[in-house]
């Protein structure tokens, strides 16, 4: 597994642009529209087929979507984690340990319409899921009020 999509992106795009479509800029959200995963196998380029298919199908775009982590995201999660009483070491750890994926791609998505359903691509590397379960984790803490347990 790869921990760094960007190159796979760029050939994404060239492979697009070479079957003479047009990409989207845009994520779909497949709990917000009627969608379809394409399922990669073992082929780690499956990404290929389903750009075929989109063609074959008659799509002239597609949407595509990535993630580069940011120095202000990580930042954010350490933060928010130190400050929180919920998190503990390990995550703390799992937290720091993101600063080395800074500048690189964790995520990529494609996507096109069909017969009003989205046929999605998505890649993401194993950092990237843990950035997403830490992201998350911060969201949730960084909400949450605490009692201080005083009397008005």
């Known amino acids: 597994m790869q921990d760094d999509l960007h190159g796979v ?84 750890e799992d937290a720091r340990w993101l600063r080395a994926y800074i500048g690189k791609t964790g995520y990529v998505q494609l996507g096109w319409a069909y017969a009003g359903i989205v046929f999605t691509f998505d890649a993401a590397t194993e950092w990237y899921e843990r950035y997403q379960r830490l992201s998350e984790m911060a969201e949730e803490f960084g909400g949450m009020v605490m009692d201080s347990g005083e009397e008005e």
């Open 9 to 92: 992106k760029d050939d994404m795009v060239a492979f697009i642009e070479g079957h003479g479509m047009r990409r989207f800029q845009g994520y779909v959200n497949p709990e917000e529209v009627p969608a379809v995963a394409w399922e990669t196998g073992d082929n780690p380029e499956s990404w290929k087929d389903f750009v075929e298919l989109a063609k074959a199908a008659g799509a002239t775009f597609l949407t595509m979507n990535s993630v580069e982590l940011q120095r202000e995201d990580v930042d954010y999660i350490v933060d928010t984690l130190r400050n929180s009483n919920f998190a503990d070491e390990e995550d703390m």
